[in-house]
Structures are given as C-alpha cells and as structure tokens.
C-alpha cells in the first residue's frame, strides 16, 4: 500500500510538471503571435467604401432615395442601401432641406 501511495505521488508530479512545461509553451507561442500582428492605422483623409463607389469624406451625409432617414457614412444602416439609391449630402442642414430625417440607429446624429 505504501509504495502505490508514493507511486500516485510521482505521477501527479509527472502530470504536474507536463501541464506547467505545456502551458508554458502555449503561453510562449501566444506572445509571438502578437509580435506579428500589424497594428491598425486609422487616418483622417478621404476613404471610398468600394472601388467605383462615392467617397467618404468628412462631414458628409448619405440617405437612401425611398428612405426618409439620413445617417452618417459609417452608421450600420449605410450598408443596406444600394450603391445606386445613395443620395449624399454635404451638409446636415441639406439632407433636412431634401426632406430627410436623422436616423434613430446613427449614434452621433
């Protein structure tokens, strides 16, 4: 009974030193995948969503011409409307003068 006793022993000191030497490596591994990650740059110039598409600027106002909302180029509802439908505006002011509304769901409006 003894040796079993001391037998279990050594085994969960094998276990534990594999599983300490495992999450090492692992942990070890996971550094040198952030060492290759490219950070992102953000920069403020005109951006275009698509090739052909109208570009983004600041300041600028985009709705859909069967809507009755106008949003911010960046706000979710931007990317429902067809390349075809956008109506853009230079101005806050314009798109009410053309009869739209702000959108509820574009934070900033």
Same mark, same amino acid.
């Given at each position: 009974m003894e040796k079993i006793k001391g037998l279990e022993k050594e085994i969960c000191l094998v276990v534990l030193v594999t599983l300490v030497g495992?999450? #090492?490596? #692992?942990? #070890?591994?996971?550094? &040198?995948?952030?060492? &290759?990650?490219?950070?992102?740059?953000?920069?403020n110039e005109a951006i275009s969503m698509q090739e052909g598409s109208t570009p983004i600027e600041a300041g600028k106002y985009v709705a859909s011409k069967s809507?009755?909302?106008y949003?911010?180029?960046?706000?979710? #509802?931007?990317? &429902?409307?067809?390349?075809?439908?956008?109506?853009?505006?230079?101005?806050?002011?314009?798109?009410?003068?053309?009869?739209?509304?702000?959108?509820?769901?574009?934070?900033g409006l």
């Open positions: 495992l999450l #090492g490596f #692992g942990l #070890g591994r996971l550094s &040198r995948l952030e060492e &290759r990650r490219v950070p992102i740059v953000i920069k809507g009755n909302s949003y911010l180029p960046w706000c979710t #509802g931007v990317k &429902r409307i067809k390349e075809n439908n956008k109506v853009w505006f230079d101005s806050e002011d314009e798109a009410k003068t053309a009869g739209y509304a702000p959108a509820s769901n574009c934070k």
